[in-house]
């Protein structure tokens, strides 16, 4: 597992445009340098010394570990799973009224459903020797319960497996695991988010 969890930190840096992640002791750190989010560290084990010599303000865990113990000074969020796939070709399918829209920048794929010129979904992959790692899957709410977020799903897997990836990896929230788990992701570890 820790080779998915390398992973998906490195995806998940050239998805939101960060340095790359820089290996530490317990795990990998992210320099994110945005307001509320200085400081990621991305861990595939609790590390009680790690959490508890923190003290910037606006770090973050992502801890493969279901509700680790952390102090008071950690906000813990809502679960989290990370999950894996062997990627497929399977044609995404989207109905006539939205128009998909798949490019590819570098290291990124970006995946674009819109009607009548609005987003209706969207999701990325950032790509990474042989995984992808996909991120910031999206559905607007007037569009969802029509399938569009398998069609995001296919659509980004298409395009890394014909980039070269053969692996997809992520972290899903709650509802975002029913989903994945339909489409043939297997969960790999329970994650726990925490920010000071």
Not at 115 to 137: N, S, W
């Amino acid at each position: 597992m820790s080779v998915e969890v390398g992973a998906w930190a490195a995806g998940w840096a050239i998805t939101r445009g960060t340095p790359p992640p820089v290996a530490v002791p317990e795990g990998y750190r992210i320099d994110v340098g945005l307001p509320g989010h200085v400081t990621r560290y991305v861990l595939p084990t609790h590390s009680p010394a790690l959490a508890a010599r923190l003290t910037t303000p606006d770090t973050w865990l992502k801890i493969c570990a279901d509700q680790p113990a952390l102090d008071a000074r950690w906000q813990v969020q809502p679960p989290e799973y990370l999950m894996s796939t062997q990627l497929t070709s399977e044609p995404p399918a989207c109905a006539p009224e939205y128009e998909l829209e798949v490019v590819r920048a570098g290291s990124v794929i970006d995946v674009v459903i819109s009607a009548e010129g609005e987003r209706a979904a969207a999701g990325k992959a950032g790509l990474t020797g042989e995984y992808a790692v996909i991120d910031q899957v999206v559905t607007e709410p007037q569009h969802r319960r029509r399938g569009l977020g398998t069609t995001v799903m296919r659509a980004l897997s298409q395009a890394a497996r014909d980039s070269g990836a053969r692996t997809g990896v992520l972290v899903a929230t709650a509802d975002g695991q029913a989903l994945y788990s339909r489409l043939g992701w297997a969960l790999l570890s329970p994650v726990t988010a925490a920010r000071m």
